[in-house]
């Protein structure tokens, strides 16, 4: 079973463009879970999707950032218009159940954006 | 607002010492906590996951104590390796959620041969 698939593992981008971030979570998994790494900050929570849902946003820049998880296919966090202080770590998780008293989080490798 | 804090933010020993890590967090309203480590460069890989009626967890050399009231757990690695070179993540819940991790900012761990 493959565990949680992001790419691109690197991606640099210049000031204004955009940058989509994708993650295949776990196989059967329907939660996934964005976190975002900052330089020398711990992870932060950014959203929580189900297939087709924004449960929860409430760690998601009011703008410019959106995210998405379709019926079909990959997660999606896009970041529009993007600026330096994007640059980070972004990690996508995803779990089985909803994550509670008993069920983890698995991570994916994360994708490194740098922003020139 | 759950904040967390671990201690040291870095440790070095040789092979074969017992070592302990240290994590607080202000909100003890936490349904589980997890410990992972991350290697350079990569993602994190869950060590163990202690629900909030538990006081420990053991997973081969690894063990996890909570003491939920006190908002601390400990993460203790008995006879390291260099292998076991990481930095590792203490994550309790927060905001009331069951699933919104906080994480601390690590204790970077090397273990020398």
């Known amino acids: 079973n493959a565990g949680v698939m992001q790419n691109p593992r690197h991606l640099v981008r210049r000031r204004g463009q955009e940058a989509r971030l994708r993650c295949s979570p776990m196989k059967g998994h329907s939660h996934v879970y964005w976190y975002r790494q900052l330089p020398e900050e711990g992870l932060k929570f950014m959203v929580y999707?189900?297939?087709?849902?924004?449960?929860?946003e409430s760690g998601m820049p009011k703008e410019r950032f959106s995210a998405e998880f379709p019926k079909e296919g990959p997660s999606i966090l896009r970041i529009q218009q993007v600026v330096r202080g994007d640059s980070a770590a972004y990690f996508c998780?995803?779990?089985?159940?909803?994550?509670?008293?008993?069920?983890?989080?698995?991570f994916g490798p994360g994708t490194r954006l740098l922003v020139l | 607002k759950q904040e967390v804090t671990q201690i040291p933010a870095a440790l070095s020993v040789p092979e074969g010492e017992n070592l302990v890590l240290n994590c607080s967090f202000t909100d003890s309203a936490i349904y589980n906590l997890q410990w992972f480590r991350q290697d350079p460069g990569k993602g994190l890989t869950s060590l163990l996951l202690i629900q909030s009626s538990q006081r420990e967890q053991t997973s081969g050399r690894l063990n996890a104590s909570l003491d939920k009231s006190s908002g601390r757990s400990t993460l203790y690695i008995a006879a390291s390796q260099p292998g076991d070179s990481a930095t590792y993540l203490c994550?309790?819940?927060?905001?009331?959620?069951?699933?919104?991790?906080?994480f601390g900012k690590g204790t970077l761990l090397t273990v020398n041969p």
């Open positions: 994550a309790p819940n927060s905001g009331g959620s069951n699933y919104k991790l906080t």
């Open positions: 999707l189900q297939k087709e849902n924004i449960i929860d």
């Open positions: 998780a995803s779990s089985l159940l909803l994550a509670g008293t008993e069920e983890t989080q698995y």
